[in-house]
């Protein structure tokens, strides 16, 4: 017997059996294993992808400068405090750019007093100081900071979120500067989720500005849609530091939206940031409503307004819209507070949720969004099954026609292979998806080449007339240079777009790689065995070629 | 032994010009293509131009033309259908969103199950792919078939010689623009699984001209009393029946993707089958000849030379 002959025939069993054990927990077969089997050996299996087991994917933008802009508002409210509390006569002071404040002080002398406002607020320099206005400007490292910090925020709060909606196996990661990756197999309401992940969920208690005169022009309500044409046409009478919200009003019966204008005063009392608890309640009428619970700073807070603004109105806003502005009737302590609105549970449920996760630093654009329901990724692994099936059998059937016996045995190769290949994809726990295996099937076709390769040199060499036994060695040793060339420059273009691909190109890059790499082993290890043992149990004369 | 081919005897060499004249007009083709992908004028599909892409399965049929109306009435602009007959399922193509808005495909949803109230819809698939993605997936193409070809051009040089991975780079630059040309004219959506299928039929197409010059390597060591024309002629012809039969067979996986495969890998299939056929043509007729006009004109002994 050849030397060799029963290691290699050995090891080809063992690389067999291994990828079967890692196979095996992606067949129906798993569930009639012992329990020792599944806690000891491989089961994870393979993944399947999005596009063939439903679901969403989702890519977020995080809208960074809102993040800074934010913050700039902020800190020209608490600089008009700042100002008042230090007795600083000052006509207006407002953001006037993405990071600047301008300042307008017409009162002489107040010039220098304004300009020590960077000792306040060390964030900000002075960028300009004239006469009459300063404009002060964010640093840049602080621009740069809240940016950063908005997305790895934006990105925490989404994971809160998604954990607490129950989704199984999510994958959510950031992607870029300021892009966060979302994938939610098998998702049952995927429109339910994707609100739930895009809300800001900024809450916000502001009062409402009952003094000015504007409140009696303002039409009680209006068409949806008209928002903008209502801001414009009273913006020279909205009062510095006041804005116009809308209150969203839903007719129960034919579904026509219309809003509510209120005059909201900008100056934020209490904020969502300050809660511990967000619940859902069903009331009397069996409407549902969220009830917050603030932590003790907010409640503290959150008495001292109530107690100070007895009599006057509350609204509750939530991402610039007003759900409801009750009145206060009387000081509330303990830190409760109740928000409702025309909730369906489902709402009431999804805002308790991101109330508890928290808001968002920024706003979330959508900027890919790729559902897939569940019944068309059964459909997509049917067809591909079918495909390759038909490819392999037509495969099959030329190479016996063409190479007889030796056809054959590249027929054992070809199976060997399509079992390492899926072995292998499970045991890297690969994601298998529709290009994938179309990459599978697409192996098969182009791994006969190697023994295609191989055979046409036996052919050669023994239309020299050498004898069957050499002539197999020479065709082996002579095309093993071809072939190693052949797959190592399919290897470079598979890695290429292993590299720039995603999600189901990926999954084509992984399935081709593979199939090369595991084609070179099964068709210069695994069928030169099988021609060598033949060869070893009677001396061939001819070869079926 | 049933030979494919039998021995053959065929002149590539004396063919180049007609091959050249040829896939001259099929680079001109798939130039103008490209350009036209380029500057967005081609049937771009969502994923480079962005849009959205919903598959609509209803319990009975709906008319285009009323689908149509009903889409352009509510707002929605440049609106592409496709029907998949018996199956009572609707490909809904919107392109060229300004902004993506979110939520598309349930306010289509919406419009359809209002206006017909008695056909039960379901959304099947849909995606919605905002045009900022787009740019860099179009960035992130080029690129990568950049970077393929540089990779390809450093290790044929280094297994073989320069200007064999000029050559071949050469060839393969050329199958991806003859296919890309092909299927522009063919009208087909420019999709990042096209993509995919360009850059295999790259590795594919490169397979079959490395063992092309394989065969005029081993050959030009031992057969130093033919020119270098008639070396490389028979060592086109020697490999002919293997080129043939890989060629079958692939052909023949690809076709049963084409059919049973399932419409997402359809054109997937078509561009590949196409690939297979150009870059079978082009390991004959293209990268061999080009490496025999360098290497003549630059007398061919200097090559011969290198391998004795």
Redesign the interface.
């Known amino acids: 017997m050849k030397k060799g002959i029963k290691t290699r025939s050995y090891f080809i069993a063992l690389t067999v059996l291994v990828s079967i054990v890692f196979f095996l927990p992606s067949t129906p077969a798993y569930k009639y294993m012992p329990q020792w089997w599944k806690t000891y050996l491989p089961n994870k299996g393979i993944n399947l992808g999005l596009?063939l087991r439903g679901g969403i994917h989702l890519?977020l933008?995080v809208e960074e400068e809102k993040a800074v802009e934010n913050v700039v508002e902020r800190a020209a409210i608490n600089m008009k405090e700042y100002l008042n509390e230090k007795k600083v006569q000052i006509d207006s002071i407002r953001r006037s750019g993405p990071t600047e404040i301008s300042i307008m002080h017409s009162q002489p002398g107040t010039k220098d007093e304004v300009s020590k406002l960077t000792e306040g607020f060390p964030n900000f320099t002075l960028k300009e100081k004239k006469e009459g206005e300063t404009i002060l400007v964010l640093r840049e490292g602080e621009a740069k900071r809240i940016k950063e910090s908005a997305s790895a925020q934006a990105l925490e709060t989404i994971r809160n979120r998604i954990d607490q909606y129950g989704v199984t196996e999510p994958l959510i990661q950031r992607q870029a500067e300021n892009q966060i990756v979302i994938q939610l197999p098998g998702i049952k309401e995927p429109?339910r989720a994707?609100e739930l992940i895009?809300k800001t969920a900024i809450l916000e208690f502001k009062l409402l500005d009952e003094e000015s005169p504007l409140i009696n022009q303002l039409p009680p309500l209006i068409p949806s849609g008209d928002e903008e044409k209502t801001i414009n046409e009273f913006k020279d009478k909205i009062p510095d530091g006041d804005e116009i919200l809308f209150d969203k009003i839903v007719n129960a019966e034919t579904g026509k939206v219309i809003k509510r204008p209120y005059l909201v005063k900008k100056r934020t009392m209490v904020s969502g940031d300050l809660l511990t608890d967000a619940r859902v309640s069903i009331g009397e009428f069996n409407e549902a409503f969220v009830s917050i619970t603030f932590d003790s700073a907010g409640a503290k807070l959150f008495d001292m307004v109530t107690a100070e603004n007895v009599n006057k109105h509350l609204a509750i806003i939530l991402d610039g819209n007003v759900y409801s502005a009750p009145r206060i009737n009387e000081r509330i302590s303990g830190g409760k507070a109740q928000i409702t609105g025309n909730f369906t549970t489902n709402e009431a449920n999804d805002l308790a949720i991101a109330l508890r996760a928290g808001a968002l630093p920024a706003p979330v654009?959508?900027?890919?969004?790729?559902?897939?329901?569940p019944?068309?990724g059964g459909?997509?692994i049917r067809?591909?099954i079918?495909?390759?099936i038909?490819?392999?059998i037509?495969?099959i059937a030329?190479?016996a026609?063409?190479?007889?016996l030796s056809g054959v045995i590249a027929i054992f190769a070809l199976g060997l292979n399509i079992i390492l290949l899926i072995g292998a994809l499970a045991a890297l726990n690969a994601t298998l998806t529709?290009?994938g295996i179309?990459g599978i099937?697409?192996t098969?076709?182009?791994s006969?080449?190697s023994n295609?390769?191989i055979f046409?040199r036996i052919?050669?060499e023994l239309r020299q007339g050498k004898p069957v036994r050499l002539a197999i060695d020479a065709g082996y040793d002579?095309a093993f240079?071809?072939i190693i060339?052949?797959?190592?420059?399919?290897?470079?273009?598979?890695?290429?777009?292993f590299?720039?691909?995603t999600g189901?190109?990926k999954g084509?890059a992984v399935s081709?790689s593979l199939g090369v790499t595991i084609n070179l082993f099964t068709s210069i290890v695994g069928t030169k065995v099988v021609f060598d043992f033949i060869n070893s149990l009677r001396r061939m004369e001819r070869l079926s070629? | 032994m049933l030979e494919v081919l039998g021995k053959t005897n065929i002149d590539f060499i004396e063919k180049r010009h007609i091959a050249f004249v040829f896939s001259g007009l099929l680079i001109l083709l798939g130039f103008f293509a490209f350009i036209q992908i380029y500057m967005g004028k081609a049937n771009l599909g969502i994923d480079f131009a962005g849009g959205a892409a919903i598959q609509l399965k209803s319990d009975r049929p709906v008319r285009i033309d009323e689908a149509r109306s009903l889409l352009e009435k509510n707002g929605f602009g440049d609106v592409e259908f496709q029907e998949f007959p018996g199956a009572n399922r609707l490909l809904i193509r919107i392109k060229k969103q300004e902004a993506i808005q979110g939520r598309t495909a349930e306010k289509i949803l919406e419009l359809f199950s209002d206006q017909y109230r008695e056909n039960k819809f379901q959304i099947e698939s849909s995606s919605e792919i905002g045009p900022t993605i787009g740019k860099k997936l179009q960035k992130d193409a080029i690129v990568a078939v950049t970077l393929s070809m540089i990779g390809i051009i450093l290790y044929i040089a280094f297994r073989f010689e320069f200007k064999f991975g000029i050559a071949a780079a050469i060839a393969t630059f050329h199958d991806i623009l003859a296919v890309l040309g092909v299927i522009y004219i063919l009208d087909k959506e420019i999709t990042l699984l096209i993509i995919t299928a360009l850059l295999t039929l790259a590795g594919y197409s490169l397979s079959d001209t490395v063992v092309v010059f394989d065969r005029i390597r081993e050959n030009l060591k031992k057969r130093n009393k033919e020119t270098f024309g008639q070396v490389i002629n028979s060592s086109i012809n020697q490999v002919l029946g293997r080129t043939f039969m890989t060629g079958l067979t692939s052909i023949l996986a690809v076709i049963a993707l084409y059919i049973f495969g399932g419409d997402v890998i359809h054109d997937f299939a078509l561009t590949l089958l196409i690939g297979i056929i150009v870059g079978t043509y082009s390991s004959w007729f293209i990268a061999s000849p080009i490496l025999f006009v360098w290497g003549s004109s630059r007398r061919e002994g200097l090559l011969k030379k290198a391998y004795r």
Request: charged share 20%.
């Open positions: 596009d890519v933008e429109g994707k895009g654009r959508i900027i890919q969004d790729v559902t897939v329901g019944t068309l459909d997509s067809m591909g079918s495909a390759g038909i490819g392999t037509a495969v030329i190479m026609i063409f190479y007889r529709l290009p179309a099937i697409l098969i076709g182009m006969v080449d295609v390769l046409e052919r050669e002579k240079l071809t060339d052949s797959h190592v420059t399919t290897l470079i273009t598979a890695l290429v777009l590299l720039f691909g189901p190109i084509f081709l070629i």
